[in-house]
Structure formats: structure tokens, C-alpha cells
């Protein structure tokens, strides 16, 4: 079992900067692919950032590739998420999630996930 805990969220303006925490514990937790996927209101989830166990692999969203950045801190059992030059369709709840397994887009190829943390973005 895997436990994810995001942290991170809140209102920020247009423009504007974000940092989202996934804290990952649990059996050998540092040895997951770790992803981030948004769900807005009305839409369906979407794939945002994966990365691989050793940060060596990426896979990004086409859409937010240039503006948000997944990385790891393996010692620290934690995932970050970097947004940059948000707008306010980047409005979301945003979700970490891990698999035993390499980097994917599709939200069901992972086993475990956080509860999420909202994010609001005014214009």
C-alpha cells in the first residue's frame, strides 16, 4: 500500500505561480512512477506530468508542456509539480498518482491516489 498526500493548492491570479507537494509513504514508495492529473469541474480528469523512479523519463501534457514541470525527490519520498504563467483554465483539482510500472498518461493504469488539492485561478 501506498499513501499520497498532496499539498500545495490555493488562489493565485493569471499569470501567476504554484508549487504542488505529493507526499508519498509506504511500502517502497520511492520506487513508483509518480504522474499528476487535474479534474476540473465539467470535464473529464486530465493527464498533466508523469515521471519515472529515477526522474530519467518524463511525459507531459502537449497542452502544458512549457509551463508546468514534474520532478522527485526520492530521498524525500516526494513529488513536486511547478506551475508557471497559470490561467484560469488551469482551474482544478489536482491529483498525484503512482504505479508499479513505467510512465502512462491514462489515469487507469495507476493503482494508488491522493485526495487532491484545489486549485484556483482568477483572471
Known amino acids: 500500500q501506498v499513501q499520497l498526500v498532496e499539498s500545495g493548492g490555493g488562489l493565485v491570479q493569471a499569470g501567476g505561480s504554484l508549487s504542488l507537494s505529493c507526499a508519498a509513504s509506504?511500502?517502497?514508495?520511492?520506487?513508483?512512477?509518480m504522474a499528476w492529473f487535474r479534474h476540473a469541474a465539467g470535464k473529464e480528469r486530465e493527464f498533466v506530468e508523469s515521471?519515472?523512479?529515477?526522474?530519467?523519463?518524463?511525459s507531459y501534457a502537449d497542452s502544458l508542456k512549457g509551463r508546468f514541470t514534474i520532478s522527485r525527490d526520492n530521498a524525500q519520498n516526494t513529488v513536486y509539480l511547478q506551475m508557471n504563467s497559470l490561467k484560469p483554465e488551469d482551474t482544478a483539482i489536482y491529483y498525484c498518482a503512482s504505479r508499479w510500472s513505467a510512465i502512462d498518461d491514462r489515469y487507469d493504469r495507476y493503482t494508488y491516489w491522493g485526495q487532491g488539492t484545489q486549485v484556483t485561478v482568477s483572471s
Open positions: 515521471i519515472s523512479v529515477r526522474g530519467t523519463s518524463k
Open positions: 509506504g511500502r517502497s514508495s520511492s520506487t513508483y512512477t
